[in-house]
Nanobody, 116 residues
Framework: QVQLVESGGGLVQPGGSLRLSCAAS????????MAWYRQAPGKERELVAA???????NYANFVKGRFTISRDNNKNTVYLRMNSLKPEDSAVYYC??????????WGQGTQVTISS
C-alpha cells in the first residue's frame, strides 16, 4: 500500500522560507507527475506546482518566481522550496503523485502558516 507523507510545514514570518517534502512509502514505480496543491479555509484546493518525470515544471501564477519544485526519483520524493512567503500562502499543502496504470495518490497535508 502506497502512502505519501508530507513534512516541513510550520509557522514562519512574512518574507520567510520553508521547504516541504513529500516521501512515498510502499512499492511505487514510474511516477509520472508529482505535484503540490494547497487549500486555505473556505477555498477550493488549488494547484501550486507540478513536475513531470522528465523534469518539466509548471507553476501557478501566484507562486512564480518564489516557489521551486524539484524531485528525487531515487527516493520517490518531491520538494517544494517556498521563498518570500506571504500571509496569503497560508494553507494546508498536499502532495499528489500520478502513477500511470496504478493510481492517483495524495498525502494527508501539512499546515503552512505565514504570520508575524
Amino acid at each position: 500500500q502506497v502512502q505519501l507523507v508530507e513534512s516541513g510545514g510550520g509557522l514562519v514570518q512574512p518574507g520567510g522560507s520553508l521547504r516541504l517534502s513529500c516521501a512515498a512509502s510502499g512499492s511505487i514505480f514510474s511516477i509520472d507527475t508529482m505535484a503540490w496543491y494547497r487549500q486555505a479555509p473556505g477555498k477550493e484546493r488549488e494547484l501550486v506546482a507540478a513536475i513531470r518525470s522528465g523534469g518539466n515544471t509548471n507553476y501557478a501564477n501566484f507562486v512564480k518566481g518564489r516557489f521551486t519544485i524539484s524531485r528525487d526519483n531515487n527516493k520517490n520524493t518531491v520538494y517544494l522550496r517556498m521563498n518570500s512567503l506571504k500571509p496569503e500562502d497560508s494553507a494546508v499543502y498536499y502532495c499528489r503523485y500520478i502513477v500511470p496504470g496504478s493510481g492517483d495518490y495524495w498525502g494527508q497535508g501539512t499546515q503552512v502558516t505565514i504570520s508575524s
